[in-house]
């Protein structure tokens, strides 16, 4: 087997990091791309990001999504959000790549009918031009009819910082440094314009401290965006040193002590429910795995998974 691995650029990684470590960043996101109403309350549930896509050489290649997860609650739905610093010209066959694979792996098949659920698709643009659309589309021509999707786009440059605490859009603060890309050569010369970013992050920190204080927040939330933004602007700004110790002399980016003792206190509860709940998942996966690689039927795994691990015939095809 030979297998080719898409590397990731830092920004993918930071999106990638908001999204599974501040999950309840997620909702507003969906929200607002789609207009949907969840509550803020659902239960997310991620689904792996590793997709095996086979090619016509017999090879596979392996392709990471940025995540793929259902938001579980009175209303439910799948998605699938990709990060993208500007838009490309591979960029829809990806998308059409990873929302059939990830279709499939749910896929049910029943008689002669199999059946797969696309997911909600959206790419985050942390950089757009006039020519950037605003939704992307996907067509496809079968013997049985055309049938196309959208995939919606979001823009970070287009929120103000302003609307994106009225809108609870906290995963896009640590790109919004993007929205000064342009005028990074000036912030480094003149040293007013400097301040003027410097006086911007200030009440970043100081709005995110507030919704902290209002426990709208935890503070491994805060100090994740926090960090996050530090992430983004040393790879943004790498040729502006001023730029960098600028907006660093304001926001921090160590976590302090006492910071690091009440994060560890908030996340041992949650830390232990999630390590038990994740370790038994992996275990399930571990097993199907080597079923698998052993050449065992598919509905011989299906029973030995549902019995090893108590499982509903439902709850044990998901794996595979």
Do not use: W
Request: proline share 3%; glycine share 6%; aromatic share 8%.
């Amino acid at each position: 087997m030979n297998n080719v691995k898409i590397t990731n650029t830092p920004y993918d990684d930071v999106f990638r990091t908001l999204l599974n470590d501040c999950s309840s960043l997620i909702i507003p996101v969906i929200n607002e791309v789609f207009g949907t109403h969840y509550s803020g309350q659902e239960k997310i549930i991620f689904s792996p990001n590793e997709h095996f896509l086979n090619r016509q050489d017999g090879k596979e290649e392996e392709r990471i999504t940025d995540t793929s997860f259902r938001i579980e609650g009175k209303e439910t739905g799948k998605y699938h959000l990709e990060c993208q610093s500007s838009a490309d010209n591979s960029m829809l066959v990806r998308f059409f790549e990873y929302d059939t694979q990830i279709a499939l792996d749910e896929g049910t098949v029943k008689g002669n009918i199999l059946t797969v659920t696309m997911p909600h698709s959206a790419v985050l643009f942390l950089r757009h031009h006039a020519s950037t659309p605003d939704t992307l589309k996907i067509r496809m021509i079968t013997p049985g009819g055309t049938m196309e999707y959208d995939i919606r786009v979001m823009k970070s440059q287009q929120y103000t910082l302003e609307e994106i605490f009225e809108k609870k859009l906290l995963l896009l603060i640590p790109f919004h440094i993007f929205s000064h890309e342009t005028r990074f050569e000036e912030y480094e010369k003149d040293r007013e314009k400097l301040k003027n970013l410097q006086e911007e992050y200030e009440q970043i920190r100081n709005r995110l401290e507030d919704l902290l204080n209002q426990g709208e927040i935890s503070e491994y939330t805060r100090c994740t965006l926090i960090d996050m933004s530090g992430k983004v602007l040393e790879h943004i700004a790498v040729k502006y040193s001023s730029v960098r110790k600028g907006v660093k002399e304001v926001m921090g980016g160590k976590v302090l002590e006492y910071e690091a003792k009440k994060i560890k206190r908030e996340g041992i509860q949650e830390g232990i429910e999630k390590g038990i709940e994740k370790g038994i998942q992996e275990g399930i996966r571990g097993t199907v795995s080597i079923l698998k690689n052993l050449g065992v039927p598919t509905q011989t795994i299906l029973v030995k998974i549902q019995e090893q691990y108590h499982l509903s015939p439902e709850a044990s095809r998901k794996y595979l």
